[in-house]
């Protein structure tokens, strides 16, 4: 069974480029990306993990903390970053988890049980799956997930903005309409009677009967 909205995020130890970490431990009271990558020394994922390095101060501002994994040993990522520097001109700075034993993939549901337990031989194709992206909150609950195919590049933009979301209506008694960017109208949610949205929010827009709509708020 794969990982669901809502599920505790499984805690694991592993090494990184940063040394030892706990997982659970790690996050700390913060939100946590992590994503993973079916091979190192690989084009799309290279353009990934800068593209994320140069994101890193705006995940910061949302309390983020970003964290990468490889099916590779860590030696191998420290030869990688000098690559990941070449092609994007960004430097990782994130830890980047090694899973040579496969046990993280696995604990994620991200490659299945009979995969083996070793790295050395598979080749990216093997470990297609191992493309995934997991919204963890303080709370240690899974917020969203997302998998891509070996090909397509990620939109890591998509999870700055799918954040956003996730911080707002946690604090809020509100949803965020398909396409919404911070500072554009929300939507008031089923749970909130209208006399109640006019005092919270201070009016609303009916647009259908069950649809209200409302400034974003800004506390």
Request: charged share 25%; net charge negative; with cysteine.
């Amino acid at each position: 069974m794969g990982l669901r909205i809502n599920d505790t995020a499984p805690d694991f130890t592993a090494e990184t480029t940063q040394g030892e970490i706990h997982f659970h431990d790690w996050i700390d009271g913060s939100y946590a990306v992590l994503f993973s990558h079916p091979k190192n020394f690989t084009p799309v994922c290279t353009t990934e993990l800068g593209y994320m390095a140069g994101l890193a101060p705006e995940f910061a501002k949302r309390n983020a903390k970003i964290i990468g994994i490889s099916v590779d040993p860590v030696e191998n990522h420290e030869k990688w970053k000098a690559d990941i520097k070449t092609a994007t001109g960004h430097e990782v700075d994130y830890p980047l988890i090694g899973d040579k034993d496969l046990k993280v993939a696995k604990l994620y549901d991200m490659l299945p049980a009979d995969a083996g337990d070793s790295s050395e031989g598979r080749t990216p194709a093997d470990n297609a799956t191992v493309r995934s992206v997991f919204v963890i909150g303080p709370d240690k609950k899974v917020k969203m997930t997302l998998t891509y195919p070996m090909t397509t590049g990620r939109n890591f933009d998509e999870i700055l903005r799918a954040i956003d979301s996730i911080q707002l209506t946690a604090k809020h008694q509100v949803a965020t309409p398909a396409q919404w960017k911070q500072g554009e109208d929300v939507i008031v949610t089923a749970a909130v009677s209208d006399e109640d949205a006019n005092q919270r929010f201070g009016g609303f827009e009916r647009v259908l009967p069950y649809l209200r709509k409302t400034k974003q708020p800004s506390a």
